[in-house]
Structure formats: C-alpha cells, structure tokens
C-alpha cells in the first residue's frame, strides 16, 4: 500500500533528472548556491563529482521548485541501469526500491540524446513549477539514485534529503 502511495514521488524524481539530463540548451551560471537556510543540496555518494541543489529547501505541493545541476558526464552511456531507494529521513533501510534497465530507445523516448559522449558538460538551473503530484506525501525523505552505463561504469550516486510540507485545504481553501 505504502509503495503505491510513494510511487508518484519516485516518479517526480525521475522526471526532474531526466529533464535535468535533457536540458542542455539553458545554460545559466555554473556557481551554485552559497549555502544558504532555503537551499537543499544533494550529497554525492559516489566517485563521480556531480553538484545538484534546489530552492526552496522544502518543497510546497502548491509551489514550484528551481534546480540547478552542474554535472560532467564521466563515461559514454548508450543506456545502462538505474536504482532508487527511497528512505523515511534517518532510517537504515529503504522502505522503496526501484531499479531498471535503460537503453537508447528509452533515453529518446525522454527526449535525451544518445549516445551521450564522455565530457559532456550539463550545466544549467530549471524551474519545475507543477509539483501537485506531491500533494498526498506530505513528510521527510532520503532519496538515493544511482547509474551506471552498459559497461558497468558509475554515471553519479547523489542522495537527496526531501522535505514535502503538507498542504492545508481549509475552509477558506489556504
Ligand atoms: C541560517 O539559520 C541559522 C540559524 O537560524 C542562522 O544563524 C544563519 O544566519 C542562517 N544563515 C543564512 C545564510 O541565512
Ligand atoms: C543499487 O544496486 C546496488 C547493487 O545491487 C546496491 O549495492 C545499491 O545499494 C543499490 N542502490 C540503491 C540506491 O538502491
Ligand atoms: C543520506 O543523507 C542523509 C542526510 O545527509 C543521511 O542522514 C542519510 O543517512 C543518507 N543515507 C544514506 C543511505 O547514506
């Protein structure tokens, strides 16, 4: 039941990369965000450097969400496989897992080149302003993704501490 409920989010995710990944002809500034209190930044917990941060820290199901990546792609990748695991914030195990095989097909079908080159360089910010699909996941997340190509090389590991703030349908629909 849980998994039904959390899979949206799961797809949110997968949707902010792979526009993250589609996006190239937006180029902003590389600098990130000093760390600020309204900034979330994403921990790499892989070998490959990639830099991910968004504002506001905590995402309002009403609100919109700014993302900036900087990120150069370390190996060609032609398609490959992808995990996800989703952890209530702190917790040891995962109470979701997702993993699946990509090819050139499916990387087309989001719009994203392929093959992508090694040295590739995405640097850009976006704006996701539609999140209602976090409407009914009001609470505090770990989100661990990674990739690797067909050859089994690392593409990024980044674990993302989510906030949703809940979202109150009063009577005078605040
Ligand atoms: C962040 O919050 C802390 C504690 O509330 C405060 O001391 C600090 O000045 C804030 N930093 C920024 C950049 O706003
Ligand atoms: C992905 O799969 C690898 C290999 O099975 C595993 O070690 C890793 O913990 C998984 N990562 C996530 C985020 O599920
Ligand atoms: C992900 O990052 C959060 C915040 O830094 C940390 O508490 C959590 O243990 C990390 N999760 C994993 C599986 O490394």
């Known amino acids: 039941m849980v998994e039904k409920i959390i899979l949206p989010l799961f797809l949110l995710l997968t949707v902010i990369y792979l526009q993250c990944m589609a996006h190239k002809g937006n180029i902003v500034d590389m600098s990130m965000d000093n760390a600020d209190n309204n900034t979330g930044v994403a921990v790499n917990c892989g070998k490959v ?16 969400v700014k993302i900036k990546l ?11 496989f992808f995990n996800a695991s989703l952890y209530f914030h ?7 897992g997702y993993a699946d095989n990509f090819d050139c097909d499916t ?33 505090y997340y770990d989100a661990i993704v990674q990739v690797w190509n067909s050859q089994n090389d690392e593409m990024f590991c980044v674990n993302l501490t989510l906030k949703v703030l809940e979202v109150y349908n009063g009577p005078d629909g605040y």
């Not at 450097?49 to 919109?64: A, V, Y």
């Open 90 to 96: 702190g917790d040891d195990s995962p109470f979701l």
């Open 107 to 139: 990387m087309k079908q989001y719009g994203i080149q392929c093959p992508i080159k090694k040295g590739l360089r995405f640097t850009f910010t976006k704006a996701i302003s539609n999140l209602h699909v976090l409407t009914s996941y009001p609470g």
């Open 70 to 80: 900087s990120y150069i792609v370390p190996f060609s990748i032609d398609g490959g």
């Open 49 to 64: 450097d990639i830099l991910l941060s968004w504002t506001p820290k905590e995402l309002s199901p009403s609100g919109e």
